[in-house]
Each structure stands twice: as structure tokens, then as C-alpha cells.
């Protein structure tokens, strides 16, 4: 079982996050050998130190070693240098790789999470995470890593050499070591709060910003443009609140940090005048020590300033694997359907989409036969979309089956369950793509003589002439180049490309003008023989030559017939039919 990402530890995310790196360790090993370098490069300037103070005591005794020293100040500088260079360019390699992967990891899982999850989490917290959550997870394995191990290393190679100089004074410099110990731990625990709440109020940003830009036709007809600048305003105060809490304790981290070592100093300053006074310490290794000393603050302070964007890292990471160990839709069963006939039955299908809400569809039961043309009518709310959400399994029946040809569509595969239906919705989707790649989505291999026939069906044909590129005109984002009708027929011809046995219709006329709603429907009465189809219909002109019409009425089927036999009834389906003709 998954670790749910909200307890994940820190030594958790980090482990999981280097599960990502492992195949890149070469790389990342070579970035920890400039690292170690770049540390070991400081022993080889206190030697230089030592050298030439030693050196300057007897100076004419060292004069060869003096004409010696500025090459060797050019070679520690291009140790340094190399050390620096793949210090900081292997980690950030690592780093990029990590993020492609792991973007392209929750981009697939987001693909395969069930429809519900959708609907609890808005586009925007979504879309942050795959962008700015998933750069600052990165920070973890590149800035903050090489901070980590560089300027730790580092820190140990300048102790060492604190000890090899003078052991009992550095001892004393040490004992600055607890203060420093409790004052990072405390600081990582604001950060890593403070960072938390910045990752919410981004996702909050994004979503505003999103719907805003997506909406923005309604924003300029209803004037609503201060109301939206409220809401973003709202948004960005809460983002720039959090950062600059983070941001306070992070300057403020500095400071104290710099005044604990300074007292540290001080004191080791004091011992080592009195030593030197007594003649128990060399001038040369006075030096030497108070170099290796004065380099120590500014590594300590790196360390404790990567402190920030590091708990950022492990707060991003552990809201990535939040949504990554989110189950995805269950695969389904073995039992292969092959192409399907296309009967459909439901038996004595109850849902509800939460308890709250109660049931949404009760007791449901009918059996349509292959390549009958069934209508689902009803006011909004009366359960019409939930039911055939059904037959695709963006969601399961609470009790009761749906089955195809006589199987529990839960006993299949989920994806052969999807091929053997088409649907249109209301919310025509276009993408920014070609015409023709937005009618083949998803197909491969279509013969242009098939895709000619479909386009001429559809009537995709007319308006696809006048376009520049014809059928490779890029539409833009959500089609824009488009009216809503050539959008819809794109849909529709989209569907019935595929050439399913199932053909779900949620009102795929609604956005047509009334001649190309004619065209469509002799059309579509053409190819939807020998085919199952399910047509979820508000204008019930559309619907009068259904096979079977379904009434639906706070989640039941209240009535079921033909249109002839319903308007004799003089029940539900008779009223609303009179209402929408005002007879």
C-alpha cells in the first residue's frame, strides 16, 4: 500500500525523489566528484597560506619556493574552477532529466485517474503541480543537493584541517555546534510550513488566472473584469503573504547565524592571542588556523539559506506523490468483448456520486436491443448524463450491472470497453491541432477514402475548403478559428470515424443552424443503422423517430416507448412536449 503523501517524511520524499535520479547516478556521481574536488581545493589554499607565511620568515632561504607560488595559485584556481563546473552542471543535468520524467510520470496518471478525481480538484492546482511543483522538486536535486554535499564537504575538509592545526582549539570553535544544530532544525520547520501554504496559494492563482483567460468572453459581456481583478487580487495577496513570511525567515536565519559564529570567534581569537604570547603557537599556524576558520561562516550560511527552497522541494514532492499514489481507474476484467453486437442492458442500475448528495439514478432496468435508436429525455438533473456516463465507466453502478451483449462491462478490459463507443457531447473539445488530427485523434492508419466519406457526411467538406490549409489548418486553442456549428460537425464526424457499434449523442445537434442540422440528421439517420445509439436530447423534435424513448424523472425511468405512444399517454413526455411546442 501507498504511503499517503500528506505523512510523507522528509528522508521519504527524498527517497522517492532519488528513485528518479537513480538512472542518471553516473552523471550525478560525477557531479559529487566535482564537489568533493571544489571542497578539497580549500586544503590546497591553506597550504598556500601556510607556505608563504612560513616562507616569508625566511625569506632568503625560500626564495625558490616564492618564484613557485604563482603557478600554484593558477592551479588551485582551475582545480577550483573544474570542481565548480561539474558541481553545479551535472546536478542541474540530473535535474532536467528528473523533471521530464517526472512531468511525463503525472501527465500519464492524470490520464488514467477516474472521473471523479476531476471533479474534485479544479484545473488549476492540477496544472500547477505538473509546472511549478514539479521545477521546484528539481531545486531539491540540483541547487539544494550540491549545496548540501558540496559546502558539507567542504565544512568537514576545513574541519579537519582545524584539527590538524590545533586540536583543542577546535574544539572550542565547536561548541557553537548545538546553538547551530537547533536553530537550522527550527528554521526547517517554518520553511517547510510556510512552503506548503505557497504551494496552495499558487494552485489558487493558477485556477483564478485560468478560468478568467478560459471565461473571457462572459467576463467583457456581464463587465465582470473588477470582479475577476478581486478574485485574482485575492489569490495573488495570499501567494505574496506566504512568500515573504518565507522570505523574512529566511533573511532572518542569516544574521542570527552570522552573530552565533562570530561569538564562536571571538572566543577562539582569545585563546590564540594568549597562546601566541606564550610561545606555545606559531604565527605561520595562527594564520593557517584563522583561515581555515574565517572560510567555515560562509558554507554554514549556504547550508542554512538552502534550507528554504529545500523544504519548497520536499513540499512540492510530497503534494506530486500525493497525486501520483491517487489510484488510478482499475483496468477491469479478462474478458474480451471482440467488436460488440451492441445490446445493452441495465439491470436495476442504482448511483449516487456521494452520500450527501443521495441517489442519482434508482433502480434503473431496460434492455436495448443492437442497433436500436434510444432517447433519453427529462428536465435538468433528472439523471440523463449520469446514465450513460455508465457505459463507458466514467463511473460504476453502486448496485446493479451494465452489461454488452450480455456481459458486466466490469468483467472487460476498461479500454476495450471504450472502444466500442463514440460520443459527442455538449462541450465540444478541439484541439490546437490540424483539422485532420483532430478528426483521426486517437486513430491510426485511416484510409483517405474512408476519411473523405466521413467528412462528407458530417459536412465538414463545406467548411474545411475555405479554410487556408484546408483539412492541415491548425485551429487554434479550443478551435477559435472555428463557428460552434463547424466545431460541433468536427465532433461528429470525429465519432463517427471510429465506427463503433455504440454511438452516445448528448445533444450533438444543439449548436447546428437549421439547415446543417438538416443535412446532419439525414445523415445521421444513415449511419446510425446497425448501431446502438444513445441520444440525450433536450429538443424533443430531434428524437421523434427513436426506436425507444426513455423519460426520466429524479433519477428513475418514469416512462418508456415510442413518441407516438408517449403523447397518447398524455403523461410526463406528453407535458414536456407540450411546453416546448406551447400546444
Request: aromatic share 8%; with cysteine; proline share 4%.
Amino acid at each position: 500500500m501507498n504511503t499517503p503523501a500528506a505523512t510523507l517524511s522528509a528522508r521519504e520524499v527524498y527517497r522517492r525523489l532519488f528513485r528518479y535520479a537513480r538512472p542518471h547516478w553516473r552523471m550525478f556521481a560525477l557531479g559529487i566528484v566535482g564537489m568533493v574536488l571544489y571542497a578539497c581545493v580549500n586544503l590546497a589554499f591553506l597550504w598556500f597560506i601556510q607556505t608563504f607565511f612560513k616562507s616569508a620568515d625566511t625569506a632568503q632561504a625560500a626564495l625558490p619556493m616564492f618564484g613557485y607560488l604563482p603557478f600554484a595559485i593558477i592551479g588551485i584556481f582551475l582545480l577550483r574552477g573544474i570542481g565548480d563546473y561539474l558541481s553545479n552542471y551535472c546536478p542541474a543535468y540530473v535535474g532536467r532529466q528528473m523533471i521530464r520524467k517526472m512531468r511525463a510520470e503525472l501527465f500519464a496518471h492524470y490520464m488514467c485517474l477516474p472521473t471523479a478525481f476531476y471533479e474534485r480538484e479544479s484545473s488549476g492546482p492540477m496544472l500547477s503541480r505538473l509546472t511549478y511543483n514539479a521545477e521546484l522538486v528539481a531545486d531539491a536535486t540540483t541547487n539544494s543537493a550540491t549545496v548540501l554535499i558540496r559546502d558539507s564537504a567542504t565544512i568537514l575538509v576545513l574541519l579537519c584541517a582545524l584539527f590538524y592545526k590545533n586540536w583543542h582549539l577546535a574544539i572550542v570553535s565547536l561548541l557553537v555546534a548545538p546553538v547551530m544544530a537547533s536553530l537550522v532544525r527550527s528554521v526547517n520547520q517554518r520553511f517547510r510550513r510556510y512552503a506548503t501554504r505557497i504551494q496552495n496559494s499558487m494552485g489558487d492563482v493558477t485556477r483564478v488566472a485560468k478560468e478568467a483567460i478560459d471565461a473571457h468572453r462572459v467576463v467583457k459581456v456581464f463587465n465582470a473584469e473588477r470582479h475577476m481583478d478581486a478574485l485574482f487580487d485575492a489569490a495573488n495577496e495570499l501567494n505574496r503573504r506566504s512568500n515573504v513570511r518565507l522570505i523574512n525567515a529566511r533573511a532572518s536565519s542569516n544574521p542570527i547565524v552570522q552573530m552565533i559564529l562570530s561569538f564562536g570567534l571571538a572566543l577562539v581569537l582569545y585563546i590564540a592571542t594568549r597562546e601566541i604570547r606564550a610561545g606555545q603557537m606559531q604565527l605561520h599556524d595562527f594564520v593557517t588556523f584563522m583561515a581555515a576558520l574565517l572560510m567555515i561562516p560562509e558554507p554554514m550560511r549556504r547550508l542554512v539559506a538552502v534550507s528554504g527552497p529545500l523544504q519548497q522541494s520536499l513540499a512540492a514532492g510530497a503534494g506530486l506523490f500525493q497525486v501520483l499514489d491517487t489510484p488510478p481507474e482499475p483496468a477491469g476484467g479478462g474478458q474480451h468483448l471482440g467488436r460488440a453486437r451492441g445490446a445493452v442492458e441495465f439491470r436495476d442500475v442504482n448511483f449516487t456520486y456521494s452520500d450527501e448528495k443521495g441517489p442519482v439514478l434508482r433502480h434503473i432496468s431496460v434492455k436495448v436491443p443492437a442497433g436500436a435508436t434510444v432517447a433519453i429525455v427529462g428536465r435538468s438533473g433528472s439523471g440523463k448524463s449520469t446514465l450513460v456516463s455508465l457505459l463507458p465507466r466514467f463511473y460504476d453502478p453502486v448496485s446493479g450491472a451494465v452489461l454488452i451483449d450480455g456481459v458486466d462491462i466490469r468483467d472487460c478490459p476498461r479500454r476495450e470497453v471504450r472502444a466500442q463507443m463514440s460520443l459527442v457531447s455538449q462541450e465540444v473539445v478541439v484541439f490546437n491541432e490540424s483539422v485532420r488530427n483532430n478528426i483521426l485523434f486517437g486513430l491510426e492508419g485511416v484510409d483517405e477514402a474512408r476519411l473523405a466519406e466521413v467528412l462528407e457526411a458530417s459536412y465538414v467538406q463545406e467548411f474545411v475548403a475555405e479554410l487556408p490549409q484546408g483539412l492541415d489548418t491548425v485551429l487554434g486553442d479550443r478551435g477559435t478559428l472555428l463557428s460552434g456549428g463547424q466545431r460541433q460537425r468536427i465532433a461528429i464526424a470525429r465519432a463517427l470515424l471510429r465506427d463503433t457499434p455504440i454511438l452516445i449523442l448528448d445533444e450533438a445537434t444543439s449548436a447546428l443552424d437549421t439547415a446543417s442540422e438538416r443535412h446532419i440528421q439525414s445523415a445521421l439517420e444513415r449511419l446510425v443503422k446497425n448501431r446502438t445509439t444513445f441520444v440525450i436530447a433536450h429538443r424533443l423534435s430531434t428524437i421523434e423517430r427513436a426506436d425507444l424513448i426513455l423519460v426520466m424523472q429524479d433519477g428513475a425511468i418514469v416512462e418508456s416507448g415510442t413518441h407516438a405512444q408517449l403523447l397518447e399517454r398524455g403523461a410526463v413526455y406528453a407535458q414536456l412536449h407540450a411546453l416546448q411546442f406551447n400546444i
